[in-house]
């Protein structure tokens, strides 16, 4: 029987969907030199936001169910420790980005089963969290993964919710920075620049020492 061959343009799609990051790009590169409002800026991004975590949904969901079951598991090798540009080199484009979504999914999951856990134990209530905290941990993204992973739809719901507060703080710490900025740019400028060359002094003594 010939093996029914999958479609990879999928994994183009999740670059596109998750290159349109709300915090890093969508508020600080795209509304706020339109100089709109709170509210303006805040709805738009929610929108944004939350097509990101229904289209994430149906991608991992995807991923996980109908990709994943054809190839190989996810491997624990010494690739995790390669660069992108080894991987370009190795895979090409197309190898180096379902790696490193594999890497993303297995990165999501894991977490020694902590996120797992928490979820099922919480539930909603967790889901709002994952979705309210989206700044260190990451968490719209692994709360749309987990739903995806274990067929939970309904988790979506608890996690865009979660996710629109975020959005919210996003917002407003993003018109809070540019008012500082606009305030104390020289300041600012200067503290940026020392960090700047005492994170590369840094970074240039961690080396000579290995």
Known sequence: MKKEKISKWPFFGAILLYSANVDYIIIPLIL???????????????????????????????????????????????????????????HGILGTIIYKIKETFKWAINHDGRLIRFIKRWEHPGMLILGAESFVSGGRLCGTIICASTKWRNGIYSLIIGNT?????????????????SKHKEPSLILGAILIVYLAISYIWKISKK
């Open 32 to 90: 706020k030199p339109l100089d709109l409002s709170f509210w303006s800026t805040f709805w738009i991004a929610t929108l944004v936001a939350n097509i990101e975590i229904i289209g994430g949904f149906y991608f991992w969901y995807w991923f996980a169910w109908t990709w994943l079951p054809t190839t190989e598991r996810v491997k624990d090798t010494v690739q995790l420790t390669k660069s992108v540009i080894e991987l370009l080199k190795e």
């Open 165 to 181: 507060v975020h959005v919210a703080t996003s917002v407003g710490v993003w018109n809070l920075f540019f008012y500082l900025w």
